[in-house]
């Protein structure tokens, strides 16, 4: 009898063997079949870097002299404001030295403090007023960067683009691909005004 439950024991034990061997087997070619079917549709993914692209697109270039032709008059007034109120002040203290007429004095000093209030309400008025035209202006320039990085993924068949990365090979960053992409951009874009 003991013999007996040492046969079935066995029997029992090789069935869980190869009940194993069969499992891992089926596991295999689950992953092989996988691997192929993966391999297939593989993944593309392309590196791009954006701060540079920011930086050196032509498109910023260009917003970056449309503001200045924009503000330069206004930061020139307030140059010229500037200048008026050192010799304002030059004149206040020869006045002062010289210790002619108080009531002038007084009608230039008043002067003085008024000047310098407005100079302040308008560069105040002035630094707002650019700080919001950059935003709008670096807004449309990071739309154009952004439109032109999709342009070049599709173009390219890449599936994914990162942004954020340490380190990439040249086979993958495509920033070189996407800035020629937005100078040939800005050229269309010039002529079709310029034919308007």
């Known amino acids: 009898m003991i013999r007996l439950k040492q046969q079935s024991d066995k029997i029992k034990g090789n069935k869980h063997t190869v009940l194993i061997a069969f499992s891992v087997f089926i596991n295999m070619l689950f992953i092989s079949l996988f691997s192929v079917a993966y391999a297939e549709d593989a993944v593309s993914v392309g590196v791009v870097n954006v701060t540079f692209l920011m930086e050196n697109a ?5 917003a970056s002299s449309n503001l200045k032709d924009k503000f330069l008059p206004q ?3 307030l140059a010229e404001d500037l200048e008026q109120i050192n010799g304002l002040e030059i004149g ?3 006045l002062i030295v010289s210790k002619e007429n108080a009531d002038i004095r007084r009608q230039k000093e008043r002067e003085l403090r008024s000047r310098k209030r407005a100079r302040s309400r308008s560069l105040q008025d002035f ?3 650019l700080r ?3 935003d709008a202006a670096l807004d449309v320039v990071q739309k ?3 439109s032109a990085i999709d342009e070049v993924r599709k173009e390219k068949n890449i599936d994914i683009i990162l942004q954020d990365y340490i380190s990439a090979s040249q086979r993958v960053d495509i920033t070189p691909v996407v800035l020629g992409f937005l100078k040939k951009k800005l050229e269309i874009d010039t002529k079709a005004k310029e034919s308007q």
């Open 127 to 129: 630094r707002e007023e």
């Open 92 to 94: 206040l203290k020869e």
């Open 75 to 77: 930061e020139q007034k």
């Open 144 to 146: 154009e960067v952004f």
């Open 132 to 134: 919001f035209a950059r």
């Open 58 to 62: 032509p498109q910023a270039e260009v």
